[in-house]
């Protein structure tokens, strides 16, 4: 007998030959590898998995390059009312022989990961991943995924990094733990460092005998980098001095490498002293002693085995070429490095969500409630579907952002990166909620697996940044980017400085949507399966929905782009509706396109979410835009009470029986 996933990935393997090879249509992006060598693995003696790269001694191919195109921003151009159509074919970024033989590893490490399943358990108790496993790891390659190959690292591209990080989402500490040291820890240096700081670390890192880790978060400074308070000292030519504490470190114990970010004293363009954000290296054995304190890792209620700690330097000398950048350029790399590769950590929630919802539907299909399984009740079918939308728009999303970031000459996928990360936390909260429902009383036992879902989905929730920060990242970035492509609606926005009839053509080209009748131009339904096009048509609505309110927003309250945040949190959530159906759609095209299996089951997955966004694009669009009394929002009443219990110091209603009797 074969294990579910041996049968599951039999029979990808086979469709990766049969069905890639039919005809598409003309408009589907593909994007064939220049090179079609394999990377195969090598197998080693003292280590249950192959390894990933090959050895200094082996013989090694070029790098498989892709034939990259000039696309532009794909959610910063939807504020322009710009929809790349070729979005909707999803990118076929990856040819036969390279899915194939990706395939081939990730069955790999899953069937090694299945076989540690009972050592990956006790993670949530111990606080501590086995050594076994991350040895393992290092000696695989699986350190340096995205370091390119000159440096030792596997040079992969973000889709198949992705499909990795799907792989380790079986346990969510594993998933976090590899992400921090590649997505957070080394990667300013690859973004930011000088070749001989590359040279210094990169293979070290990509064979493992490096951790790196990221030191920004401080007890006063969380979301807002210019709160830190950590300083770094020149000492002439004997570089810099360190002094600080930072918090929320995590691999800290087990890091050799850190990136940390210090004030430091500049010269402005004003020739005045400043304080201004700078990037450090600090490397572990070039510390004297005393001069770094590790504390204990926190008791966390979820990924306890990142093990997190503070991490403390005490006047820590580091060499002058130890910055990264320039004296007081920290803040562009922190920008550089932030929100990139969020996505691709979102794979690892998806395969961990999958897990849990698939556990639930097994479960309804054995527990009876009035003779009949759980999943015969029309109810428990519905929320199963409903926990299944959201889990497939976020793969979806996960993958066209992958795609994205392959396909571009100059990928600029910083927004979509932050609205993959905020949707995995979403859902996240909603899957979770979900199935621990369909689960019955027992998830209530301490001693329930399901437990840990829960715990681990809370801290999921502001892992990454706090949904409103995100959200107004969002608001802000779109905006930004309209307000610079199409100036114009600054002389539309002050009528009275002779913009009269522009502002009147304008009105008059936007008529259509105060009646809810939108010019359908931008023609999505021919871009789709036949199947599919009365869903793309509600897409193209929403879509141009997106654009009008973003206009609007700036004629009406955008002065200067001073947006209140309750605007900028709604105009993010439409952009989410937006991408997430875009996605969903390309998806599910693909899908009925090439045959592939169940295709008819995507089909039916995605019309019903393409209702639904519309429903909530229309609500959305109230709440951005209507001022009559009986549609517009009420955020004024809202802040009132906030400011009233803020004032107070707390929740300020009386008693529900309080009478004023004396």
């Known amino acids: 007998f074969t294990s579910t996933r041996d049968r599951r990935m039999n029979i990808s393997k086979i469709k990766c030959f049969v069905h890639h090879h039919q005809t598409t249509s003309s408009n589907i992006l593909r994007l064939s590898h220049l090179g079609q060598n394999t990377r195969a693995f090598s ?23 892709i034939a990259q195109q000039n696309f532009p921003p794909f959610v910063k151009n939807l504020f322009l009312g710009k929809f790349n159509k070729s979005i909707l074919s999803f990118a076929e970024v990856l040819n036969d022989e390279s899915h194939f033989n990706l395939e081939n590893k990730i069955d790999e490490i899953g069937q090694f990961l299945d076989s540690r399943a009972d050592v990956l358990e006790q993670v949530d108790r111990t606080g501590k991943i086995s050594p076994e496993i991350i040895n393992s790891f290092k000696q695989s390659g699986l350190f340096g995924l995205s370091i390119p190959k000159e440096y030792g ?46 040279a210094r670390y990169l293979p070290r890192l990509a064979r493992g005998e490096m951790v790196a880790t990221w030191c920004l978060a401080e007890a006063g400074a969380g979301s807002d980098p210019d709160s830190v308070a950590t300083v770094a000292t020149a000492r002439g030519e004997d570089g810099w001095v360190i002094q600080g504490t930072k918090t ?23 020739g005045e002293e400043e304080e201004m954000l700078t990037c450090f290296l600090v490397d572990r054995a070039e510390c004297g002693e005393g001069e770094l304190e590790i504390s204990e890792p926190y008791a966390m209620s979820g990924l306890k085995g990142l093990e997190v700690c503070d991490v403390k330097f005490n006047n820590c000398k580091v060499p002058s070429w130890s910055v990264l950048g320039s004296p007081g350029c920290g803040l562009s790399v922190l920008q550089s ?28 299909n054995t527990r009876k409630q009035f003779g009949l399984p759980l999943s015969d009740f029309a109810l428990v079918r519905q929320q199963m579907a409903k926990m299944a939308a959201r889990l497939y728009c976020l793969e979806s999303m996960v993958f066209l952002t992958a795609g994205l970031a392959d396909a571009s000459q100059h990928p600029d996928v910083e927004v979509e990166s932050v609205l993959v990360n905020q949707y995995a936390a979403e859902a996240s909260d909603f899957i979770v909620s979900g199935c621990l429902g369909l689960l019955g009383a027992q998830v209530n036992l301490e001693t329930s697996k399901y437990q840990k879902y829960m715990r681990e989905s809370h801290v999921v929730q502001g892992w990454h940044g706090t949904s409103n920060i995100n959200k107004c990242f969002v608001g802000i970035s779109g905006l930004m980017h309209l307000v610079k492509h199409q100036p114009e609606i600054a002389d539309i926005r002050q009528i009275a400085n002779g913009n009269f009839l522009k502002h009147m053509k304008y009105r008059y080209q936007t008529w259509g949507h105060h009646t809810d009748n939108v010019p359908m131009r931008l023609d999505l339904a021919g871009c789709v399966h036949q199947g599919l096009q009365p869903a793309a048509r509600r897409l193209e609505w929403c879509a141009l929905k997106l654009h009008y309110v973003a206009q609007e927003l700036l004629i009406n309250r955008g002065a200067n782009i001073q947006v209140e945040e309750h605007y900028l ?15 969903a759609l390309s998806r599910a095209s693909r899908s009925i396109t090439l045959g592939l299996e ?8 995605v019309v019903p979410i393409s209702f639904e966004s519309k429903q909530r694009v229309r609500q959305l669009t109230m709440g951005l835009l209507c001022v009559d009394d009986e549609h517009s929002n009420r955020d004024e009443h809202l802040e009132q009470t906030g400011e009233y219990m803020a004032r107070w110091g707390g929740y300020v209603a009386v008693h529900p029986l309080t009478k004023n009797s004396f």
């Open 43 to 65: 197998l080693l003696t003292n280590n249950p998995l192959r390894q990933v790269v090959k050895t200094d001694g082996q013989a090694e191919s070029s790098q498989p390059e």
């Open 153 to 198: 690292g596997a040079g992969f591209l973000n889709t198949e990094i992705a499909r990795f990080y799907e792989t380790f989402g079986c346990e969510l500490s594993l998933s976090e733990f590899l992400g921090t040291n590649e997505f957070l820890g080394y990667r300013a240096l690859l973004m930011a460092g000088t070749e001989e700081q590359k």
């Open 248 to 270: 929320w470190v995590a691999n800290a114990q087990g890091a050799q490498l850190f990136t940390v970010f210090a004030k430091v004293k500049v010269e402005n363009s004003q």
């Open 337 to 364: 490095v932030q929100h990139q590769s969020k996505y691709i950590q979102a794979a690892g929630v998806a395969a961990n969500l999958r897990g849990l919802l698939d556990s639930t539907i097994q479960h309804t």
């Open 569 to 583: 949190e709604r105009l993010s959530d439409l952009v989410t509706e937006v991408f997430a159906t875009t996605c």
């Open 598 to 605: 169940n295709a008819e089951f995507e089909m039916n997955l």
